[in-house]
């Protein structure tokens, strides 16, 4: 029976020390789980800081300028040369040319759904091993395809201005990275024109004519123009075939006083381009009234005033010639000549009364007897 006992509390015991080396093992792997993102294996002890890209290019930015990450790495300026991060590129990093993408086991890094470098090498304090480069003592790199933990892992990607992917690092644990970039596809930038203005010259009071002008770019043709004048009871509509940048619309004649609106369109290869740069207004303004002057009348003397344009057929004012014409004075009645006339004329007047006189007195004697 004692035996029975001591087997009893044996295997009890056994049972107590089993279960709580499993309490224990599973008391250590919680908190391997809970510290895995400040591990002394990484890089920066405890990760990028914050949650968006705009906070990580800051964590980077601050890592770079102390040098620490404040758990006793002070390693962080070189370890940044290493994975490219040169001065001026932590100083030009922004949300930009800085972008959150993903780090997968094969060695390619994809952002945006576009794939921008491959053959990635990651950087950690490792103790080194077949396959490892050294960085910095107690710094190792080796390729993700062996040193990858994950699947994938997200990473913040430093593009040039090219689109070339020049820096990147892991998130979650500030791991840089090497890698071989690929290269942006050459996107060729795309056919362009537009009308870009419409100039006025004016011919006369009525007459004008209109240069319009283009800027076709990258493959982009121009076919023709058109040129549409409209106003008071007016429209007229040029049409000009060529793939020249700027034509002449030729002389446009406006009818009358008024206010005229004129617009180019260009036909193009992208289809008819017009706006506001190629549309101007014309004024009319009404005939001026004739200049006037004054000038002498030859023939009366007298001085009058003409339009300046009918100035020649006229003399000067100032003109010798130009005197009213005078009319000879009448004759004074006065002299002895003036007198005999006189008297003439009063003796015949009486001797012309006594005839007559004379003739009535025969008439009547006559006729008594």
């Known amino acids: 029976m004692a035996g029975y006992h001591n087997k009893f509390w044996m295997t009890l015991g056994g049972l107590f ?57 002070s390693d962080l300026g070189s370890l940044l040369t290493w994975g490219g991060y040169s001065s001026s590129v932590v100083n030009s990093m922004n949300t930009s040319n800085s972008k959150i993408g993903t780090l997968y086991r094969n060695g390619e890094i994809w952002v945006d759904d576009t794939k921008v470098a491959t053959a990635a090498w990651i950087s950690a304090r490792f103790s080194g091993g077949s396959g490892f480069e050294v960085v910095k003592d ?21 593009f040039d201005g090219n689109g070339k992917a020049i820096a990147a690092t892991v998130i979650r644990c500030g ?3 090497r890698f071989t970039p690929v290269t942006p596809p050459v996107i060729p930038p795309a ?20 240069d319009a002008a283009s800027n076709p770019t990258n493959g982009a043709t121009v076919t023709g123009y ?38 180019a369109t260009v036909k193009t290869s992208l289809g008819d381009k017009s706006g506001s740069n190629c549309t101007t207004t014309t004024v009319v303004l009404p005939e001026p009234t004739p200049e006037q002057v004054v000038v002498c009348d030859k023939t009366t003397g007298k001085t009058i005033t003409v339009n300046k344009k009918d100035e020649d ?36 007047l009486g001797y012309g009364a006594y ?12 006729s008594l007897k």
């Open 17 to 73: 020390i089993l279960a709580s080396t499993v309490v224990v093992l599973n008391g250590n792997l919680n908190i391997a789980a809970a510290t895995s993102s400040c591990d002394k294996v990484n890089i920066v002890r405890c990760g990028l800081s914050g949650s968006t890209a705009q906070s990580y290019i800051e964590s980077i930015q601050q890592l770079s300028s102390t040098g620490s990450d404040g758990y006793g790495n």
């Open 175 to 177: 791991n840089m990275l």
């Open 138 to 158: 107690g710094v190792w790199a080796r390729l993700s395809t062996t040193s990858m933990q994950n699947a994938s892992d997200q990473v913040l990607v430093t």
């Open 313 to 348: 057929a006229y003399l000067p004012v100032g003109s010798t010639e130009c005197k009213p014409k005078v009319l000879p004075a009448a004759i004074i009645k006065t002299g002895p000549t003036e007198t005999l006339l006189g008297l003439t004329g009063i003796s015949s």
């Open 355 to 366: 005839g007559y006189l004379a003739s009535r007195r025969a008439v009547r004697t006559s």
């Open 226 to 263: 058109v040129f549409s004048a409209s106003g008071p009871n007016f429209s007229k509509s040029v049409s000009i075939s060529s793939s020249a940048s700027s034509v002449n619309s030729g002389i446009i004649t406006f009818p009358s006083t008024g206010t005229y609106t004129v617009a």
């Open 191 to 210: 056919p362009a024109v537009e009308c870009t203005s419409i100039q006025t010259h004016q011919i006369s009071r009525t007459e004008f004519s209109y």
